[in-house]
């Protein structure tokens, strides 16, 4: 387990000479017409985690919700199904400009389709940084889980119980019996970082190290939390975090800035868009 303390401590030092080069480029691949909140919120959430350049790949439905909303992100507009999603072919100039990003996210909000299972292949397989697939990057790879070992080094891979239970082919109620278990056997075998989201979420990495984080809050079971917290984590892997401590560190500042948004809204009232403010208020009492 880690404190917020602790969390926090994670984050690269803000020397005053800084400039944006240091804090990391991030490539976000997320959104489809029907979903452009999800993409908005983990850029969001990406940026308000520290990550000194966040650029918004997706079809131009998306970017032009993103852009009425977010004035930080730059954006990459990539080609369209014909139903509202990235196609398939975007997966070249994804690569390309991959190779100038110290991190990626995907999967928020793209949708289920055969583009976003090529695509999800594609990067998996040619992305030269680290990678942390999220929603229907995880349906994508699900039945197809030797992609997982042809990443250039091992993905984060942040399933909740649906998703884990998509991918592994078990049962909600098995994983939920024994959820450190579940995700200690999925990330050795399978050579990645699982974040397995719950009202308590476990981080483990292929060497054998867990994470805990035991703090359950009904407000955040809503639409979109899972978006934020993908935001974060991926802000610090772009940030050069090591991937395990990136993830445990994300979710433990993503719980504690759950807590302080019911105090301040409601469990029932707050709502996932408030939870990267609330980050900056924690913070900030820790001196960053
Ligand atoms: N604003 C936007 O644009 C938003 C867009 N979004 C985008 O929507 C897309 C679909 O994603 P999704 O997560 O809503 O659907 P899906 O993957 O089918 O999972 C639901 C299934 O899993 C099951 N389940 C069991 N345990 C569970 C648990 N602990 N936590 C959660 N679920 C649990 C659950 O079971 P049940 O409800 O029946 O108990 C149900 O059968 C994806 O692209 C995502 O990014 C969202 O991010 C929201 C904001
Ligand atoms: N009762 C709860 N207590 C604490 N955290 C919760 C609770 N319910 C959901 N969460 C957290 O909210 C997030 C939900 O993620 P997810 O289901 O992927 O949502 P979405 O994809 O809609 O954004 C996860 O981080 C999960 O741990």
Same mark, same amino acid.
């Given at each position: 387990?880690l404190?917020?303390?602790?969390?926090?401590?994670?984050?690269?030092?803000?020397?005053?000479?800084?400039? &944006? @080069?240091?804090?990391?480029?991030?490539?976000?691949?997320?959104?489809?017409?029907?979903?452009t909140?999800?993409?908005a919120?983990?850029?969001l959430?990406?940026?308000?985690?520290?990550a000194?350049?966040?650029t918004?790949?997706?079809?131009?439905?998306?970017?032009?919700?993103?852009?009425?909303?977010?004035?930080?992100?730059?954006?990459l507009?990539?080609?369209?199904?014909?139903?509202?999603q990235?196609?398939a072919r975007?997966?070249?100039?994804?690569?390309?400009?991959?190779?100038?990003a110290s991190?990626?996210?995907?999967?928020? /909000?793209?949708?289920?389709?055969s583009?976003? &299972?090529?695509?999800?292949?594609?990067?998996?397989?040619?992305?030269?940084?680290?990678?942390?697939?999220?929603?229907?990057?995880?349906n994508?790879v699900? /039945?197809?889980?030797?992609?997982?070992r042809?990443?250039?080094?091992p993905p984060?891979?942040?399933?909740?119980?649906g998703e884990?239970?998509?991918?592994?082919?078990?049962?909600v109620?098995?994983i939920?019996?024994d959820?450190?278990g579940?995700?200690?056997?999925?990330?050795?075998?399978?050579?990645c970082?699982?974040v397995? &989201?719950?009202?308590?979420?476990?981080?483990a990495?292929p060497?054998?190290?867990?994470?805990?984080?035991?703090?359950?809050?009904? @407000?955040?079971?809503?639409?979109?939390s899972?978006?934020v917290?993908? @935001?974060?984590?991926?802000s610090?892997?772009?940030?050069?975090?090591?991937?395990?401590e990136a993830?445990?560190?994300a979710?433990r500042?993503?719980?504690?800035?759950?807590?302080?948004?019911?105090?301040?809204s409601? &469990?029932?009232?707050?709502?996932?868009?408030?939870?990267?403010?609330?980050?900056? @208020?924690?913070?900030?009492?820790?001196?960053?």
């Amino acid at each position: 387990m880690l404190t917020v303390g602790e969390a926090a401590a994670l984050l690269p030092a803000r020397n005053p000479g800084a400039h &944006k @080069g240091n804090f990391g480029r991030l490539l976000i691949v997320a959104g489809s017409a029907g979903y452009t909140g999800a993409a908005a919120l983990c850029t969001l959430a990406a940026l308000r985690m520290g990550a000194g350049i966040v650029t918004l790949a997706s079809v131009l439905p998306v970017l032009a919700a993103a852009q009425a909303k977010l004035y930080e992100p730059t954006f990459l507009t990539l080609p369209d199904n014909g139903a509202g999603q990235i196609a398939a072919r975007a997966v070249e100039p994804l690569l390309e400009r991959a190779r100038s990003a110290s991190a990626l996210l995907m999967g928020c /909000g793209l949708g289920l389709s055969s583009d976003g &299972k090529a695509l999800t292949a594609g990067l998996l397989r040619g992305a030269p940084c680290p990678l942390l697939i999220d929603a229907d990057g995880l349906n994508a790879v699900a /039945g197809r889980l030797w992609l997982l070992r042809e990443a250039k080094q091992p993905p984060v891979l942040t399933p909740h119980m649906g998703e884990m239970a998509r991918l592994t082919g078990l049962d909600v109620e098995t994983i939920q019996a024994d959820p450190r278990g579940c995700a200690a056997a999925f990330a050795r075998e399978h050579r990645c970082i699982v974040v397995l &989201k719950d009202a308590d979420t476990v981080v483990a990495a292929p060497d054998g190290r867990i994470f805990l984080y035991e703090g359950r809050n009904a @407000g955040m079971a809503r639409g979109g939390s899972g978006d934020v917290l993908a @935001g974060f984590a991926a802000s610090l892997l772009a940030q050069g975090l090591e991937p395990a401590e990136a993830a445990a560190a994300a979710v433990r500042l993503h719980g504690a800035a759950g807590m302080r948004c019911a105090l301040r809204s409601s &469990k029932v009232a707050m709502l996932p868009h408030e939870l990267p403010e609330a980050l900056g @208020g924690l913070l900030l009492e820790r001196g960053l």
